[in-house]
Every structure is written in C-alpha cells, then in structure tokens.
C-alpha cells in the first residue's frame, strides 16, 4: 500500500502525538494543494504563499493536540491557513501582490484532447482566473472553497465562521460577480469566435469522411 494513503488521517494524528514526528511529513503531502490555492485567493504570491503554509503547518504541529476531530483535518487546517492569511493581509502592502498569470489558481485537466481545445482552455482558465482576483474577496473565498478545494457548504461554514446560508448566499452572488468580470473580457462576437476554435476540427472530419464516398 501507497504510504502517504496508509493511514488514515486520525491514525496519523496518533502517531504523530506518540513521538513519530516524521509522518507529519504526510499530513503536508495531503494539503499542500488545498493551503496554496487558499493562499492564492487572497494574492498573495507564490512564495509569500509558501511561507504562510509554512506558518500554519507549524501551528497546527503544534496544537495539535488540540485537535478534536470535530471537522476533518483538511478543514481544521483550512481555517488555520485562511486566518493566517488573514492576518498577514492586513500587514503587507500591493507590492507583496503577484500577478496570477504567472502562477495559475486553477489546475487545468489534462487528458486525451486536441491542441485547438488545449488553446481554448488555456485562454479560458486565464480569464476566469484573473475575473476572479476581481470580485470582492467574501465572494472569492467561499467560492474557491466550494468551487475549487472541493470543500462541502458545511465545511466552508467551519473555516470561514459563517453560517452554511452565508455560503450559500455568498457562493450565488461570487458566481454572478465572475459571470461579469467575463464579460468585461469579451464581446459576444468575440465569444462566438472564441467558441469557433472547434470548427477546424470538424471540417477536418467531414472532409475526411468525405474524401472516402
């Protein structure tokens, strides 16, 4: 068996608090992802998001005997990462600010696709990802969470200290902040001819197909 899967995250929290320190190496490798992308909703950089995982992996080693196993352990550390991020953001000025161009929040899929919709999709990520850094941070943040980490209504609740309504709410209102922003990118001719970019291969199909009656 997979070790990072071996044990559960309980049964990491156990060993870690009789003495067997170096597992809390996995409990790193299982949130590193979740941590960067909520570091990344508030702007902060790659690196400054780094440090700041750092900062909330060492508070959490260290309380972690506190843990209560009220809520998963991904969301106990979400909310020690968001109130640090929290915290700093209040401190630290535009300069710290990165452009998300150069470090994407959304992790494209990959798979078994054309180069045409590779480029669409690029584009596209691009888009909602800098229409993103533009709508108000409330509004970010929980869909982020819900949208991106995956974390459920009651989940994001816990980590933000508002009510599983709010979530909801606030989710509704981010969706239509982001329907804006992407509007503010494109025409609707330009969208159209965005959406063009699969017609090549479809001719290329059709005459395919056609060359062959």
């Known amino acids: 068996m997979n070790t990072e899967r071996k044990y559960s995250d309980q049964e990491l929290i156990q060993k870690i608090l009789n003495k067997e320190t170096a597992l809390f190496e ?11 992308r909520i570091g990344k909703m508030y702007h902060f950089s790659h690196e400054d998001t780094q440090d700041l995982m750092q900062d909330s992996y060492v508070q959490a080693y260290t309380h972690l005997n506190q843990f209560e196993n009220r809520s998963s352990l991904r ?20 300069k710290n600010v990165e452009s998300l161009e150069n470090n994407p ?14 480029v ?8 909602i990802e800098k229409s993103l850094l533009h709508i108000p941070e409330d509004y970010r943040t929980v ?3 819900r949208e991106v980490n995956g974390f459920s209504v009651l ?9 599983e309504s709010n979530v909801k709410v606030r989710l509704n209102r981010a969706k239509g902040f982001l329907r804006k922003e992407i509007e503010n990118y494109y025409s609707k001719e330009e969208i159209f ?21």
Request: charged residues 25%; hydrophobic residues 40%; aromatic residues 10%.
């Open 120 to 127: 669409m999709n690029t584009e596209l990520n691009a888009v």
């Open 26 to 36: 996995l409990i790193i490798r299982r949130n590193n992802p979740y941590l960067y």
């Open 155 to 163: 989940e994001t609740s816990e980590i933000l200290d508002i009510t």
């Open 105 to 118: 929040l959304l992790i494209q899929k990959t798979g078994k696709t054309d180069t045409s919709k590779k």
């Open 75 to 94: 969301t106990w550390l979400s909310k020690i990462m968001v109130h640090e991020c929290y915290r700093k953001s209040k401190k630290w000025t535009a």
């Open 193 to 213: 001819e965005f959406n063009l970019i699969y017609c090549d291969a479809m001719v290329d199909r059709v005459m395919a197909q056609i060359s062959l009656t």
């Open 143 to 145: 869909f982020i969470l």
